[in-house]
T-cell receptor
């Protein structure tokens, strides 16, 4: 089954304790992205990657890191989480644009609370 | 990112028709997506418009006017389960999507 998976689905942590949210897709997609979603603010892009070893900042990259060492994986790293990073996070992947349309597939979401 | 505007909230009655509008900036535009998102869940794909006109898919239809930077999602025969947020997303330059703030639709009996 074609899918995007994220882990963990729920996480409660404390300020300053480094954490990683993993994301994996099995569709051989080139593009992967991380979004955060907050009430009233919609989906905001954190980082995106157009291929292995190619990453770029989105609209709200501060406080986050990413890496793309393999095509299928795109982990989101919070080196020193702060309470303002409490949010619902979505990983997404998309093909390279050669099809008629390229639906963006979303992972199930990770609800992060930073105390 | 590009400015994408859609109403914050709408209310409609079960069995009725509702139209959710979306405007976007036309520079670098490739196409427009509509997604449905139930609270706490991932967005799910509804439609993608590249060319001007109306595309119908069951109870849902989506319209695009490229020259006006305007799209709408039309939901017919509303059901209670259609209560959700509807996200308009701009496909610009073939990269990841830029989303509007979403329209929260409440369907009442």
């Amino acid at each position: 089954e074609a899918q995007v998976t994220q882990n963990p689905r729920y996480l409660i942590t404390v300020t300053g304790k480094k954490l990683t949210v993993t994301c994996s897709q099995n569709m051989n997609h080139e593009y992967m992205s991380w979004y955060r979603q907050d009430p009233g603010l919609g989906l905001r892009q954190i980082y995106y990657s157009m291929n292995v070893e190619v990453t770029d900042k989105g609209d709200v990259p501060e406080g986050y890191k990413v890496s793309r060492k393999e095509k299928r994986n795109f982990p989101l790293i919070l080196e020193s989480p702060s309470p303002n990073q409490t949010s619902l996070y979505f990983c997404a992947s998309r093909d390279d644009g050669t099809s008629t349309y390229n639906e963006q597939f979303f992972g199930p979401g990770t609800r992060l609370t930073v105390l | 990112g590009q400015n994408i505007d859609q109403p914050t909230e709408m209310t409609a009655t079960e069995g009725a028709i509702v139209q959710i509008n979306c405007t976007y900036q036309t520079s670098g535009f490739n196409g427009l997506f509509w997604y449905q998102q139930h609270a706490g869940e991932a967005p799910t794909f509804l439609s993608y418009n590249v060319l001007d006109g109306l595309e119908e898919k069951g109870r849902f239809s989506s319209f695009l006017s490229r020259s006006k930077g305007y799209s709408y999602l039309l939901l017919k025969e509303l059901q209670m389960k259609d209560s959700a947020s509807y996200l308009c997303a701009d496909d610009n330059a073939g990269n990841m999507l830029t989303f509007g703030g979403g329209t929260r639709l409440m369907v009442k009996p």
